[in-house]
């Protein structure tokens, strides 16, 4: 918009790419956040074991630990081969379907490690009780059952963060260039200050979000710790299906690219040839223009199937067919396919039409 600069073209498409691959971590991030939270209370339902948080403390969870992350996500700075990737179909949705298996696998992964930590936690202090008619029995069973939900409360923050940064690609390993996006490491900070307010803070903790940080001992913190730990190993390991996935979305983005090059390259040679075969009668104008300047036209060149004025608007009109004005366009197109510019000629495909 700024200027007909190719580099500025290159630019324009390599930020729009970023843009674009933030989208779709933001909603792969988010997603399998909340998938697995829905995942977990629908098991604590279902087996009768005490749901593991209150609905406070999903709105909590929700507005402050999972927004910000979430948010950074969207603002990554972007891969550094993100050009040598392959143009994307028009038509293609945002969340493709090896996105969904992968939110689907990462949601189930996190709600199996925090419903381990939260069955150990309730075993270590309900008195080895587990469900819901049990623990009823127990005395002062609530401050018993809060301390359980302290500790998967703190297990589950701490793995959905190390969740954020095992997001940033769907097929990198987390520690490749880890600190990459400073907005994130901002993100996970407020979060921690955030959980810490939560848990440790008086009234605040235990009257209104009905959390103990404290009461939970030492014992209780090194128990929340096998939440993040089995998310980092598990979501990476699963990194290993997904990375195959997008080698093979790749690979056929390749295929239909080369297909469509060939078709395109065809189209140009037949009309070369149908033209080599009109004898010359007619007289075409070929746009002659300077990089960063509007092409000028001439009446009496004989067009070409070559850009004429490199890679900056090079356009070539058929006219005076019969002393009337023909009106279609042959025009350059450039596609980065990630090996180098390649500049395409369409000679005469009638693309545009002059009034």
């Not at 940064?165 to 996970?188: C, E």
């Not at 090996?339 to 009034?355: N, S, T």
Request: charged fraction near 20%; glycine fraction near 8%; aromatic fraction near 8%.
């Amino acid at each position: 918009l700024t200027d007909d600069n190719f580099c500025s073209i290159v630019r324009a498409v390599e930020k729009g790419r970023v843009i674009y691959s933030g989208i779709q971590k933001f909603v792969a991030f988010i997603m399998s956040v909340h998938i697995a939270e829905v995942m977990q209370i629908f098991f604590c339902i279902v087996t009768g074991i005490p749901v593991m948080r209150t609905p406070l403390q999903i709105l909590f969870l929700i507005l402050v630990t999972d927004l910000p992350p979430s948010i950074a996500l969207g603002m990554e700075p972007g891969e550094k081969t993100i050009l040598q990737e392959r143009p994307r179909p028009k038509e293609e949705p945002v969340v493709l379907g090896w996105m969904w298996l992968s939110m689907v696998v990462n949601g189930a992964i996190l709600s199996v490690v925090v419903i381990a930590v939260y069955i150990i936690a309730l075993a270590y202090y309900c008195d080895g009780q587990v469900f819901q008619s049990d623990i009823n029995q127990l005395d002062d069973y609530q401050s018993k059952l809060m301390d359980a939900r302290t500790v998967v409360f703190i297990s589950l923050v701490w793995a959905e963060n190390v969740r954020s940064y095992t997001s940033r690609s769907f097929n990198r390993p987390i520690w490749h260039d880890v600190l990459g996006n400073v907005h994130m490491q901002k993100a996970i900070v407020m979060a921690q200050i955030c959980l810490y307010v939560a848990v440790l803070v008086p009234f605040f903790s235990d009257q209104i979000l009905q959390l103990r940080g404290v009461a939970i001992g030492i014992t209780g913190w090194l128990l929340a710790l096998i939440g993040p730990v089995g998310t980092l190993v598990l979501c990476e390991a699963a990194k290993l299906i997904t990375a195959f996935q997008v080698q093979n979305y790749q690979a056929d983005l390749a295929k239909r690219h080369d297909a469509e090059d060939k078709r395109l390259a065809e189209a140009a040679r037949r009309h070369q040839e149908s033209s080599r075969g009109a004898g010359g009668s007619e007289k075409k104008a070929v746009a002659v223009g300077a990089p960063g300047k509007p092409p000028s036209f001439s009446k009496t060149a004989a067009a070409k199937c070559t850009p004429t004025g490199g890679f900056d608007g090079a356009v070539v009109p058929e006219v005076e067919e019969g002393g009337k004005v023909k009106g279609k366009f042959a025009t350059s197109s450039v596609s980065c396919f990630g090996r180098g510019p390649k500049l395409q000629f369409v000679c005469g495909a009638g693309i545009k039409q002059q009034e």
